[in-house]
């Protein structure tokens, strides 16, 4: 299971070096102030760092949380019944061709399906739920990934549109190849400490 998780984020790591090698492409053909149009591309990068992010966490815990006794079984919901920890028999009886087993990465599968990363906290929880240890190493990116969730947030709900109005304030907010390859960074040894631990 951990090679495929792997291999997972491995394919989406390329992707986002593709597409940071395309925005520097552009921009060694156009010095100056980069364009609107070419930060849509470090833009698309922040959302597909975090979705990578998010994409191995969820996995992690896809194969985790069945496996151990896990608090976070306990707000896990029956297959088809959304947001509802509470089940009887007759609501399992649906399911009594299912083994227990199937049933229970079935109905992971889906609680996960509804989930998100979108603070630390998130995260830490995520990690501890499938039995591992939110390390110091692990703390200490949580500034940088904190940033970039918040960054992604504005970008996905809010356009990435520029808050600030008037004269000197460009229409979008800026953002830096540097940041963006720092978040990559970042992600990338989350990932790197979480394996260090199976």
Same mark, same amino acid.
């Given at each position: 299971m951990i090679a495929e998780i792997t291999d997972t984020f491995d394919s989406n790591h390329r992707r986002l070096n593709n597409l940071i =090698?395309?925005?520097?492409?552009?921009?060694?053909?156009?010095?100056?102030?980069? =364009?609107?149009?070419?930060?849509?591309?470090?833009?698309? =990068?922040?959302?597909?760092?975090? =979705?990578?992010?998010?994409?191995?966490?969820?996995?992690?815990?896809?194969?985790?949380?069945?496996?151990?006794?896990?608090?976070?079984?306990?707000?896990?919901?029956?297959?088809?019944?959304?947001?509802?920890?509470?089940?009887?028999?007759?609501?399992?009886?649906?399911?009594?061709?299912?083994?227990?087993?199937?049933?229970?990465?079935?109905s992971v599968s889906n609680f996960l399906g509804y989930q998100s990363y979108n603070k630390t906290d998130d995260v830490a929880s995520a990690i501890t739920s499938c039995g591992l240890e939110v390390t110091d190493n692990i703390k200490g990116l949580f500034p940088a990934l904190g940033d970039l969730m918040e960054r992604r947030h504005h970008i996905v709900h809010q356009a990435d549109k520029n808050t600030y109005v008037g004269s000197g304030h460009h229409r979008y907010k800026s953002l830096n190849l540097n940041t963006v390859k720092h978040w990559i960074y970042s992600v990338d040894k989350l990932a790197e400490y979480i394996i260090i631990q199976l």
């Open positions: =090698s395309l925005y520097d492409s552009l921009r060694t053909a156009n010095q100056g102030r980069a =364009s609107t149009a070419h930060l849509e591309i470090l833009r698309a =990068s922040v959302v597909l760092t975090h =979705s990578t992010m998010e994409d191995f966490i969820r996995s992690l815990q896809l194969w985790k949380i069945p496996e151990i006794d896990s608090n976070k079984l306990s707000e896990i919901w029956l297959l088809d019944n959304p947001r509802k920890t509470k089940f009887t028999f007759q609501e399992i009886y649906k399911h009594r061709n299912l083994r227990v087993e199937t049933l229970l990465k079935k």
